[in-house]
């Protein structure tokens, strides 16, 4: 199991936002979360890699426990790449520079090495082009899809989803679906929070409905679709599908 | 007019003081402002007290105040620490407890300027998006390390407005310096209104030449930004 999350509670003040996750994730897992807005759907994902520091329980990845406070979170982050609703690209910077600057000032990459690198992953999410440009530049599908290939630069063994369509318009959301499909081809181990079903569908070996902080039913896309058990997962689906 | 004439040479000299010191004034208040903005915004809960004890002290009391406390006050103290000295040891401390005018120039107006910095500059990183601080992180990039590569670089554009507006203040603002007699631009204008008696003529020249001054430099500002805007 590459993460572990054990009884994970988070609370903001005195809302309870987690309230008792368990989940372990394989190897070349790809998992897709869903659920209402409000639900922890984000929260949850953001314990993955502490950016949300958790109030109790433990998650373990690839090995590490990231609720230790002894271990180093900064070391564990480049196994976990983020890619973010909003994309949080570095408006400073080209998009060459967004794509290497963590490898050379974190994994200390001599910077013609990160760059050749940097250049193999703008051509494989198709924007070797884009290189010189600035992200204020680019198209919004675009741009998340920079920030893909940023978060892949730093050869993480796992990639978290927050929303990496939402924030875009229809008509390029299918160019970052196809550039994550590709990744799960690949068998890179993903955690997707999304309101995609058709991706889920496609590309989900296990779908994860949360509510209310809490992991409510998880199954197959095939047993999650057309079979929920839990009727609030039925509620849920007869409203979006 | 001669009189003008006159005064002219000795007023642009005051000038070239003045405009120095608001340089150096600037340059050590950025660094110190960088410090004492960035030890409130940390979580650190001494360096938060002791920056904002700096900045509150510095922004609400006033510049005149300062001057004198640094040039009259830490000299007053330093010999009344000296005379406890050789009352107790019989030999002074300090063989020398005066205050040297450009230093005391120096650090009111550095310590003046940077609480002032201090704000723009805590401003200026808390106008960056949280999201930029959350993407570098996620990258594995300590704190340290997103602030200086990805958040600090984006705050220094947007501070350059605020930044030229602080230099222009602490230009006017060097002309308290007269009240200890440092020969900036207001002090040799007084000098030499004391000298010629031409009070009216030479407080205007004095008042254009700050104001070529200032005009000047809120263009450049101006070009400055505007050529950051369209990068
Ligand atoms: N930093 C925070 N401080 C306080 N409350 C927060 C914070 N972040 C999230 N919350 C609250 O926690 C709850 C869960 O938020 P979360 O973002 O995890 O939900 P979500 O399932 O991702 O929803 P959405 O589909 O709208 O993105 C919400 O009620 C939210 O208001
Ligand atoms: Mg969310």
Known sequence: ?241 | MDVILHALPLMIEGAVISLLITVIGIVLGSIIGLIAGLARLSKVKLSKILGTAYVDFFRGTPLFVQIMLIYFGIPGLLNSLNEYWISVNGNPLLSNTSMNIWVAAILSISLNSGAYIAEIFRGGIQSIEKGQMEAARSLGMTHVQAMRYVILPQAFKRVIPPMGNEFIMLLKETSLLSVIGFEELARKTQLEVARTYASFELWLTCAFVYLVMTFTFSRLVDRLEKKLETE
């Open chain 1, 1 to 241: 199991m590459i993460i572990k999350v054990q009884d994970l509670y988070k609370n903001f003040g005195s809302l309870e936002v987690l309230k008792g996750i368990n989940c372990s994730i394989k190897e070349q897992e790809v998992v897709v979360v869903i659920g209402p807005s409000g639900s922890g759907k984000s929260t949850f994902l953001r314990c993955l890699n502490k950016l949300e520091e958790p109030t109790s329980g433990t998650v373990i990845i690839d090995g590490y426990d990231i609720t230790d406070p002894n271990t180093d979170i900064n070391y564990v982050r480049q196994e976990v790449g983020m890619v973010f609703q909003r994309f949080n690209l570095f408006p400073h910077k080209t998009v060459l520079e967004n794509v290497t600057l963590a490898p050379i000032k974190v994994r200390n990459m001599q910077k013609d090495e990160a760059e050749k690198k940097a250049i193999e992953l703008l051509k494989k999410v198709g924007l070797e082009d884009k290189a010189n440009a600035y992200p204020s530049q680019l198209s919004g599908g675009q741009q998340q899809r920079v920030a893909i290939a940023r978060a892949l630069a730093m050869r993480p063994k796992i990639m978290l989803f927050d929303e990496p369509t939402s924030a875009l318009d229809p008509e390029m959301v299918g160019e970052v679906l196809a550039v994550m499909k590709q990744l799960a081809r690949e068998g890179m181990t993903m955690v997707v929070v999304t309101h995609e079903m058709g991706f889920a569908r496609e590309v989900g070996d296990r779908v994860i409905f949360m509510d209310n902080g809490q992991i409510v039913e998880e199954g197959t896309p095939k047993e999650i679709f057309s079979n929920a058990q839990n009727p609030r997962t039925q509620s849920f689906l007869s409203k979006i599908l």
